[in-house]
């Protein structure tokens, strides 16, 4: 950098850093506007919320998620715990949601800029590259997805490399450990250990090995206690080894990778992602490269090329190694020049004996209150799960009766009214009574939808329709964007057999639901949705619904059922709604 900021060699330059940390800052203040209008969701689609919120004690749904996020769990305690802290200390309620979880994302990425600033004495171009390679999360594209373990995955996987190029390994061993109950995917950095050639073979494996065997062995352990099941290593929710190395990921990747469209995987990053893989090659790189290319192939094979988000954990390592090209292009020849040994000379501040102390408070800061969440949400969860257990032994059976069911269901119905009042009826200002309330009422209640929809499955398997639609109600009552019980119900109202159980106006508002909730993404909801146009008597919008579906068979469906779509198309073509034949199972 030029001019007036130019940085002298061995020292630093402390208006040029006062001018850094402004920006940082305001870039901070401005990512914190962007992300507030995304804290509910985009149209359609909750999945921020949701995910964030999870942790919540009132609201704690974490059995509701699917295995790959259970992992994750630092992530959503953080998340939890800043919405419970904020909601019970200073009076924020639900109204302030957009402004907890865009501070939250703001102020980790706040960090995200300071360990680059003290760290690197090229920090204003790296920042300035992180922030404009953030934006593309903000395509629609990208899906509009904020999850709360992103950057915080992000700053220890960047810290990471920052101590192995400082040769502390320890701290880079710390940095890894704790950023992987982030997201499992910083794991990728235990690979540099391989790379200290300061330590022994054996020294170098057994850290490798260490590395993962904390998360393996701690991931167990913490979803142990909340009662959860989920693999070491559950990559699009695979619950063993076969389902890991299922195809059908890296197939659908490939496809992405070879289609030109505007949102290719090209542009993410800010265009980083590639440049850093044609410009990145050097002899003293090859610690990064390797952790970058393991990076992405196991995002070719696990993770999907079309969420934007992901690719954001390699975005300051790649900054990193261009600006050191950057440089060596420039002809400063400072970045180039080695200072003996293994280990290249990065253009590293002065600064960097302020960042571990605070890396150090960060790390205790984040585990120390993701712990003490934890804790609170197990001690009030704990007189639920005994509760779950004892039923578990006489009424979840693996395969239970319709009696078995039907008691579950009052059971589950009287727990949930009593606890409804209970809460009502609290007067006390101890916020763990209520808490420890409503998490009996949350429980009761998501096994009570449970329950109800087996019944409404077994009684659709007996022809029992009217029956059916009784249990799909009841659940919609309980949970209004139940997707099963919206796509059931609107089948029925649709297509039932009996005429007087059909509703075309009320199929197409449920089935129009069912699609939102799944993003007209799901192919069962659409074609319940054609069903119920036709039935309405909207054939033109049925005809055009039930194309679609045929067009999705060809890249789903089996023969069978795309040659049964073809022919209900025919019909809709023709004026004519589908409905069930006497004694067909929908």
């Given at each position: 950098m030029g001019g007036a900021f130019r940085v002298r060699r061995g020292g630093t330059n402390w208006r040029l850093l006062v001018f850094e940390l402004f920006v940082a800052v305001s870039l901070s203040v401005t990512y914190y506007f962007l992300v507030e209008n995304f804290a509910v969701g985009s149209p359609y689609n909750t999945t921020n919320s949701w995910v964030s919120t999870s942790c919540s004690i009132p609201a704690f749904h974490l059995q509701q998620l699917g295995d790959v996020w259970k992992g994750r769990l630092w992530g959503l305690l953080l998340s939890g715990w800043l919405f419970d802290f904020l909601a019970k200390n200073y009076s924020f309620g639900v109204e302030h949601y957009e402004c907890l979880f865009a501070m939250y994302q703001g102020i980790w990425l706040l960090f995200l800029f300071l360990t680059v600033i003290f760290a690197l004495r090229h920090s204003l171009f790296i920042n300035l590259g992180i922030f404009a390679g953030l934006m593309y999360n903000f395509s629609p594209a990208s899906g509009m997805y904020f999850y709360p373990w992103d950057l915080p995955a992000t700053l220890f996987f960047t810290l990471a490399v920052l101590f192995f190029e400082r040769r502390q390994m320890w701290l880079m061993v710390a940095a890894t450990c704790v950023g992987c109950f982030f997201k499992e995917t910083v794991l990728v950095c235990a690979l540099l250990a391989l790379f200290a050639g300061h330590w022994k073979w054996w020294k170098r494996i057994l850290t490798l090995a260490g590395i993962v065997a904390v998360y393996v062995v701690g991931k167990k352990l913490l979803l142990s206690q909340l009662h959860f099941q989920a693999a070491a290593f559950s990559m699009d929710n695979a619950t063993n080894f076969g389902g890991l190395l299922h195809s059908r990921i890296l197939l659908e990747n490939l496809r992405n990778f070879f289609s030109p469209t505007l949102n290719h995987t090209v542009f993410a990053n800010a265009g980083t992602l590639v440049a850093v893989l044609v410009l990145g090659w050097r002899r003293r790189f090859l610690p990064y490269m390797t952790v970058i290319l393991v990076f992405l192939g196991g995002q070719l094979m696990y993770g999907g090329f079309t969420e934007f988000h992901i690719f954001m954990q390699i975005l300051p390592l790649s900054l990193i190694l261009l600006s050191e090209r950057w440089q060596d292009y420039a002809g400063s020849g400072a970045a180039g020049k080695s200072s003996g040994g293994s280990v290249?000379?990065?253009?590293?501040?002065?600064?960097?004996?302020?960042?571990?102390?605070?890396?150090?408070?960060?790390?205790?800061?984040?585990?120390?209150?993701?712990?003490?969440?934890?804790?609170?949400i197990v001690k009030v969860l704990k007189p639920v799960r005994q509760i779950q257990d004892e039923l578990g032994k006489s009424l979840f059976k693996k395969e239970p009766n319709i009696s078995d069911l039907k008691a579950a269901s009052q059971f589950f119905q009287t727990k949930y009214n009593e606890d409804e009042l209970n809460l009502a009826m609290t007067r006390t200002n101890d916020q763990q009574i209520c808490d420890a309330i409503e998490a009996h009422c949350q429980f009761f209640r998501s096994r009570y939808v449970e329950t109800e929809l087996n019944l409404a499955g077994m009684a659709v398997a007996g022809h029992q329709f009217s029956d059916a639609i009784n249990h799909f109600q009841r659940v919609l009552e309980l949970d209004s964007n139940s997707v099963p019980a919206l796509n059931n119900l609107a089948f029925?109202?649709?297509?039932?057999?009996?005429?007087?159980?059909?509703?075309?106006?009320?199929?197409?508002?449920?089935?129009?639901?069912?699609?939102?909730?799944?993003?007209?993404?799901?192919?069962?909801?659409?074609?319940?949705?054609?069903?119920?146009?036709a039935e309405a008597g909207r054939f033109d919008d049925a005809v055009a619904t039930a194309r679609k579906v045929c067009t999705m068979d060809l890249a789903q469906g089996p023969k069978e059922l795309a040659a049964r779509d073809e022919q209900v198309l025919e019909m809709y073509m023709s004026g004519r709604a589908y409905h069930q034949k006497a004694g067909e199972v929908p």
């Open positions: 290249p000379a990065w253009a590293m501040r002065e600064t960097f004996p302020v960042l571990v102390p605070l890396v150090i408070v960060v790390m205790g800061l984040s585990t120390g209150v993701a712990a003490w969440h934890y804790y609170k029925l109202r649709a297509a039932a057999f009996d005429p007087g159980l059909r509703n075309g106006n009320e199929a197409v508002r449920l089935a129009e639901r069912a699609c939102q909730q799944t993003q007209y993404k799901a192919i069962v909801p659409i074609r319940t949705l054609a069903a119920a146009y």
